[in-house]
């Protein structure tokens, strides 16, 4: 894995950004993706098809809860694909059986219904781990981007529900209405019509077919986008390219270095002659001590201060209690003991005293967990609206903190202490040397410096850029006295830098130059006032 051969930019991105780049990845490659992850899946439902043929309902189960072994596939194509070595669809077809032996057991049945599967399944099929390497794998990854992958999850399945309703109003709607008048619905409800259902089998499976490279493709971006923050690669490709840029230096060194080699030798040669006629200072020499005198100079030096310093130190610590292992403390004992009288009072019948009343016994349990559930409630209730409760009682609680400004947005530094003092000449500069990337991102955090210091946007990393846009456009709509407002200008100077620059970042498609300056006449027409 050549970590500089990647497809795309190798950067910090929020869990967010890196589902965003999935699903462009998924849309770039879909096709083969759906062709590996379908004809296996067609093969298996044809199979259940020819031994049952009976019961179509249990077949399409089988064939749902066999996604991870279909998932495999597509995520090795993507893999290959994004570090500069794609595969054919054949060529990853042929490779099915070797990709699905490591932990095939476990990922349909213990891990089947895991809501991280898009997120954990690269531990398996591209690293080759398991057992105890990869649970710590799994353990170190999931402290971020866990929540993420799970609402990945929760997207898909509701993406294959609505697609498949969609499916079948849309046959419904092309039915002539005389056909719909004679057809028999409760039938079709019941599922007594095995051709349809089978039927509807095969459009379950190219709906599941269409969205899976979607799902698994997002799932990977959140791996790689994991791997990224902590081995650090957007760093190690710096210092790469800092070491090539090295080397061609070295080379063009070595290059100018031939033609002067014959002089440089000279005057080496005159300098070592000099050297060697000039007389050479007289070295003095410590006396050297005897093992008694050094033996003796440690012995002053460890009685010294630096050896003998005394530090105090006061605090609260925990006192060590000695516990008594293999012993169950009393305080257990007397509990058990209060729970067992309590229990069996009034747990006999007053006409017959022999026999014991187990519903009064069952009761009483019972009881106390209700009891307990009331009191929880009512403490989490309390919890949950403490803010409401002290301001209905007039308490004076700490006023919350002002929010820290963000350095970085969206991997992009956005201090004001890192722009230039003329942005739009720099950002002018920039594009004309063919670094469009740089001089758009330089327009973009710019703008975002001025809209969090000028305008106090509280900006964070779980937004997105178009997030970012509709906060100011809704300021614009609907202005706070307490902040400070945002024109029309401004609110459609945003809305347009920020399609521009998804669009560089993501698609890789430039502005044009009379738009750019359009862009940089806007900023000093909203910003230039605050310079």
């Known amino acids: 894995m050549q970590i500089k051969n990647m497809a795309v930019r190798a950067r910090l991105r929020s869990p967010w950004e890196s589902i965003d780049l999935g699903v462009a990845l998924a849309r770039k490659h879909w096709l083969p993706m759906f062709l590996v992850w379908l004809l296996p899946a067609a093969l298996v439902l044809g199979a259940l098809a020819w031994f049952f043929p009976a019961h179509p309902g249990w077949s399409l189960f089988a064939l749902w809860w066999l996604k991870p072994v279909f998932d495999r596939l597509p995520l090795f194509m993507i893999s290959r694909t994004l570090f500069g070595a794609p595969v054919s669809a054949l060529a990853a077809l042929k490779e099915f059986f070797r990709h699905n032996r490591t932990d095939w057991l476990a990922w349909i049945t213990l891990r089947r219904l895991s809501p991280t599967r898009s997120f954990d399944m690269p531990v398996t099929v591209l690293e080759q781990s398991k057992g105890t390497a990869r649970s710590a794998r799994i353990s170190v990854l999931h402290r971020k981007h866990s929540g993420a992958a799970t609402w990945l999850t929760l997207t898909g399945i509701h993406l294959e529900s609505f697609f498949l309703i969609a499916a079948f109003i849309l046959i419904y709607l092309f039915i002539p209405e005389q ?78 270095s031939t033609s002067t080699s014959p002089l440089a030798a000279l ?86 005293s022999s026999d014991i009343n187990w519903g009064a016994l069952l009761a009483k349990p019972i009881e106390l967990l209700l009891w307990i559930g009331v009191i929880a409630g009512l403490l989490y209730l309390g919890w949950r609206h403490r803010e409401a409760i002290l301001n209905s009682l007039r308490w004076q609680h700490k006023p919350k903190t002002k929010p820290v400004a963000p350095e970085t947005l969206f991997g992009l530094d956005v201090r004001q202490s890192s722009l230039p003092d003329d942005v739009c000449a720099e950002v002018m500069r920039l594009w004309r040397t063919g670094d469009q990337r740089a001089g758009l991102g330089l327009l973009y955090r710019s703008t975002l410096s001025h809209l969090i210091e000028d305008f106090q946007f509280q900006f964070g990393d779980h937004l997105t850029e178009s997030e970012c846009a509709q906060l100011v456009s809704q300021r614009q709509r609907s202005p706070q006295e307490a902040l400070r407002p945002v024109s029309a200008p401004l609110s459609q100077f945003v809305q347009q830098l920020t399609g521009s620059w998804q669009q560089l970042a993501y698609a890789h498609r430039p502005p044009a130059d009379e738009q750019l300056g359009g862009l940089c006449q806007q900023w000093q027409e909203v910003f230039g006032n605050d310079r």
């Open 267 to 352: 005057l080496l040669l005159c300098v070592l002659a000099g050297t060697s006629l000039a007389p050479a200072p007289q070295a003095y020499a410590e006396t050297l001590q005897t093992p008694a005198q050094a033996q003796q100079h440690i012995d002053e030096i460890l009685a010294g201060e630096d050896f003998h310093s005394i530090e105090q130190e006061s605090g609260w610590r925990l006192k060590k209690i000695e516990e008594e292992r293999g012993k169950i403390p009393e305080w257990i004992i007397e509990l058990f003991e209060w729970l067992f009288k309590w229990l069996m009072q009034n747990s006999q019948e007053a006409d017959d």
């Open 179 to 256: 056909i719909v008048a004679n057809i028999q619905w409760i039938p079709l409800i019941r599922g007594e019509t095995l051709a349809l259902e089978w039927a509807s089998n095969i459009l379950c499976l190219l709906i599941m077919a269409a969205v899976a490279p979607f799902y698994i493709v997002s799932g990977f971006c959140l791996y790689i986008g994991r791997r990224i923050e902590l081995e650090g690669w957007d760093i190690e490709i710096q210092f790469r390219d800092l070491v090539e840029r090295y080397r061609h230096t070295q080379r063009a060194g070595k290059k100018t």
